[in-house]
């Protein structure tokens, strides 16, 4: 269980949401529970965990017909647990699909907006086949006060979305990629505050392909508003272009977290109001161009390049000699890794040269692509 003040999640070892919890408080709104999936702390409101526990993830490659998938609720298969590492505020889940993959899953809140977690996602080919047709599954079973199990739900940014495969208004189907899926009220692709009922919102992506050893790595996010507008701006804030958003079935008067439910009607459909949850995706980026420059520690460095060859230097008071660093810029934030040579296959990210040193964009890509470096560029 983890938490920034304004968000909970509940986040079992194998990368899924919803875990039991018999010492948390009791949500509000109808059927509330103890369980812990994903929380908005100031309401005390519970979106996962009520009912069946069907928040869930898949990776498959549709090529070779593998896939592995895990929820709490609505089935796991083929994945097996390597690594599950807490803390108070951030989580780390590494499981195994088959001998095809291994999938990390990285809860941390997000540095843009505390109304989201961040949840970057590594997906590794640790087999020996070429995966041509990658997939991620990511759905949820939304449960929103008042009135739990009455809800309106909106995904947008899926049109002419080339990552995305299929959009569903219902979590009840399979997390496994490859199985068929349909929906609940008619919401396929976008649709907006579709409801009330009983509904979810189920994404698949479609995320290229990928060599053995290599990683296709992206951002996700989980979180909670408390309108509308608060939730589309968390979401603006950390470039999720795909998103669905869950809010109650409720007319906007009588006491919205009481146990006993409060009146039916579309107030908080339109205002977000108390509480509006949300998941949002933001595809893979791949380096596209690189510099070499001084290190960001050393915001007032000199860059010093090296006539004869040798690699440059970034200079702080005509005293201190630091070695400069390859950047770029991913997510609308600078990555760097020191110029040094990586070994086979990646090599050095600088181009070692008389004058100024120049970036090898090559290295750079194969940097953000291994498995050792690749949460770097996330």
């Not at 640790?126 to 991620?136: A, C, E, N, P, Q």
């Not at 181009?351 to 498995?371: H, I, R």
């Amino acid at each position: 269980m983890i938490d920034n003040t304004v968000v909970r999640l509940g986040v079992a070892p194998a990368g899924h949401l919803n875990i039991p919890c018999p010492t948390n408080p009791v949500s509000s709104g109808t059927y509330g529970t103890s369980s812990i999936g994903l929380r908005y702390l100031p309401t005390n409101g519970e979106a996962a965990a009520p009912g069946d526990a069907c928040e869930g993830w898949g990776v498959a490659s549709a090529d070779l017909g593998v896939s592995g998938y895990s929820s709490a609720g609505c089935g796991s298969a083929n994945v097996t647990v390597e690594i599950n590492a807490p803390s108070p505020i951030s989580t780390l889940s590494v499981v195994r699909v088959g001998d095809t993959f291994r999938v990390t899953h990285i809860y941390t809140p997000s540095p843009a907006t505390p109304f989201l977690y961040q949840v970057n996602v590594l997906i590794e080919n640790i087999g020996t086949s070429f995966v041509s047709d990658l997939r991620y599954t990511r759905g949820i079973d939304y449960d929103i006060l008042p009135n739990t199990f009455s809800e309106y739900v909106t995904i947008a940014g899926t049109a002419g979305n080339p990552w995305v495969v299929g959009a569903v208004d219902n979590n009840f189907v399979s997390l496994d990629p490859l199985a068929p899926n349909f929906p609940l009220m008619g919401g396929v692709g976008d649709f907006t505050n579709l409801g009330p009922g009983d509904l979810g919102a189920q994404l698949d992506f479609r995320l290229g392909s990928l060599a053995p050893g290599e990683v296709r790595s992206f951002r996700t996010f989980y979180g909670a508003a408390g309108s509308h507008a608060d939730a589309l701006n968390a979401l603006a804030a950390v470039g999720a272009s795909t998103y669905s958003l869950a809010k109650g079935n409720w007319d906007g008067t009588g006491d919205p977290l009481s146990p006993t439910g409060a009146p039916t009607g579309t107030f908080a459909a339109v205002t977000g109001q108390p509480n509006t949850f949300m998941y949002g995706f933001r595809p893979p980026e791949t380096p596209t161009h690189c510099s070499v420059e001084c290190p960001a520690i050393l915001s007032h460095g000199v860059y010093t390049p090296d006539r004869a060859g040798v690699q440059d230097a970034c200079v702080v008071n005509g005293q201190y000699d630091n070695r400069v660093v390859a950047v770029t810029t991913l997510h609308g934030e600078r990555v760097e890794f020191s110029c040094m040579d990586y070994g086979s296959p990646i090599g050095n990210p600088c181009n070692v040269v008389p004058g100024a040193d120049t970036c090898n964009l090559t290295a750079f890509q194969k940097l953000c692509s291994d498995p050792t470096f690749a949460q770097y560029c996330l």
